[in-house]
């Protein structure tokens, strides 16, 4: 899914190739590369595709047969960047697992280092239920073991958690608090945005 947005295709397309949709996933035959270039052209030169008046079927032809959304693709106009072959990342292993738990480390250190545990604590199993989102039952530091889903549902509601757990700072500690906040939010910010 992270192809379909960044790349303006359906979700029944190939990132890398223009395999139809019955065909995915068969290896039957050898299928045109993307080209983005090659799509900005084309629309550049038939540019009653983008009109009120122009051939709805033509249009719905060369979208579908591409496997285009219609709109801008996130790289159009960057020439020399080839969509398919950029690193995707493993939100799992990548994010969850790994920014998460050296943040949740830092986070548990930072608190520690200013009496404000037990606050996390409190504001984490006071977090009421909504959907999608499932309700811790423990406190923060008594979870043992955590899986993708959970650091997901972590990195939901760690900003709001931490604002709380960071209330009333003493006059020495302002600073501290706000750029704690503000570190945090920027990497549950890129964390979104990935």
């Known amino acids: 899914m992270e192809n379909v947005t960044l790349q303006g295709i359906k979700s029944n397309s190939c990132p890398e190739c223009e395999v139809p949709p019955e065909e995915l996933g068969s290896r039957a035959g050898h299928h045109r590369a993307r080209d983005y270039a090659r799509y900005k052209r084309y629309k550049c030169e038939n540019p009653s595709l983008d009109s009120e008046t122009h051939d709805p079927a033509h249009a719905r032809y060369t979208n579908e047969t591409h496997g285009i959304k219609k709109g801008q693709n996130v790289f159009q106009g960057l020439e020399k960047v080839s969509t398919p072959d950029l690193h995707k990342l493993d939100m799992l292993y990548s994010i969850y697992l790994g920014l998460f738990k050296h943040m949740m480390d830092?986070?548990?250190?930072?608190?520690?280092?200013?009496?404000?545990?037990?606050?996390?604590?409190?504001?984490?199993?006071?977090?009421?239920?909504?959907?999608?989102f499932f309700v811790p039952k423990i406190a923060y530091r008594e979870v043992t073991q955590w899986q993708g889903k959970e650091m997901r549902?972590?990195?939901?509601?760690?900003?709001?958690?931490?604002?709380?757990?960071?209330?009333?700072?003493?006059?020495?500690?302002?600073?501290?608090f706000r750029r704690a906040l503000t570190c945090v939010r920027s990497l549950l910010d890129f964390t979104m945005m990935a």
Request: aromatic letters at 12%.
């Open 153 to 176: 549902n972590l990195g939901r509601c760690l900003l709001g958690v931490l604002a709380v757990a960071l209330r009333q700072p003493e006059s020495t500690q302002v600073e501290h």
């Open 106 to 132: 830092w986070i548990q250190e930072f608190l520690k280092n200013y009496v404000r545990q037990q606050a996390f604590d409190d504001a984490w199993k006071a977090l009421p239920p909504y959907p999608g």
